[in-house]
Every structure is written in structure tokens, then in C-alpha cells.
């Protein structure tokens, strides 16, 4: 069985910083693409950060240059370092990632269970 843990959110004031981490456990055999994800009250879920198993990423234009996805394939973690927080950026925060727990059969789709991000004016 395959879990995604996050860690890391929590309250910040606007222009702090936040890092946000994902760590995959289980029975794994490939981790292919991780991304971050977010959720405010009364919106749709939408797409933060991603990033290739070869470490290529996009953003959300709302977020380019201020935040940051990197991982650790060694240690299956996926991290969002967030800087210059804004109160628009307050939402709960979810880790996704594609794994095979067996290297020839096609990846599944894996949600982490969120974490709350605050930032305050």
C-alpha cells in the first residue's frame, strides 16, 4: 500500500516563506511525475507546481518566481518552497504523484491528504 505524507504547512504573515514536503511510502517501484496541488474555500482544485522524474517543472503562473518543486529520488520526497506568500495563496495543499508498485504495469494516481496553508494580511 502506497502513502503520500505531507508536512510542513501552517500560518504564516504575507511575504513569509513556507516549505512544504511529501514523502512517498510503501511498496513503490517507480515514481514518475510529483506535483503539488491547491484548494481554496468555494474553488476548484488547481495545479501549483510539477515535476518530471527527470526534474523538469512547470508553474502556475500565479506562482512563477516565487515558488520552487524539487525532489529527492532517493529518499521519495517531493518539497514546494514557497516565498513571498500572499493572502491569495492560502488554500489546503496536496501532493499527488504517479507510482508503480510494479515496474510493468502502468502508474496509478496517489493523493496525499492535504495540509493547510494560511498566509494573513
Known amino acids: 500500500q502506497v502513502q503520500l505524507v505531507e508536512s510542513g504547512g501552517g500560518l504564516v504573515q504575507a511575504g513569509g516563506s513556507l516549505r512544504l514536503s511529501c514523502a512517498a511510502s510503501?511498496?513503490?517501484?517507480?515514481?514518475?511525475?510529483m506535483g503539488w496541488y491547491r484548494q481554496a474555500p468555494g474553488k476548484q482544485r488547481e495545479l501549483v507546481a510539477f515535476?518530471?522524474?527527470?526534474?523538469?517543472?512547470n508553474y502556475a503562473d500565479s506562482v512563477k518566481g516565487r515558488f520552487t518543486i524539487s525532489r529527492d529520488n532517493a529518499k521519495n520526497t517531493v518539497y514546494l518552497q514557497m516565498n513571498s506568500l500572499k493572502p491569495e495563496d492560502t488554500a489546503v495543499y496536496y501532493c499527488?504523484?504517479?507510482?508503480?508498485?510494479?515496474?510493468?504495469?502502468?502508474?496509478?494516481?496517489?493523493w496525499g491528504q492535504g495540509t493547510q496553508v494560511t498566509v494573513s494580511s
Open positions: 515535476i518530471s522524474r527527470g526534474s523538469s517543472t
Open positions: 499527488n504523484a504517479g507510482i508503480k508498485i510494479f515496474a510493468w504495469r502502468p502508474e496509478s494516481d496517489y
Open positions: 510503501g511498496s513503490i517501484a517507480v515514481i514518475n511525475d
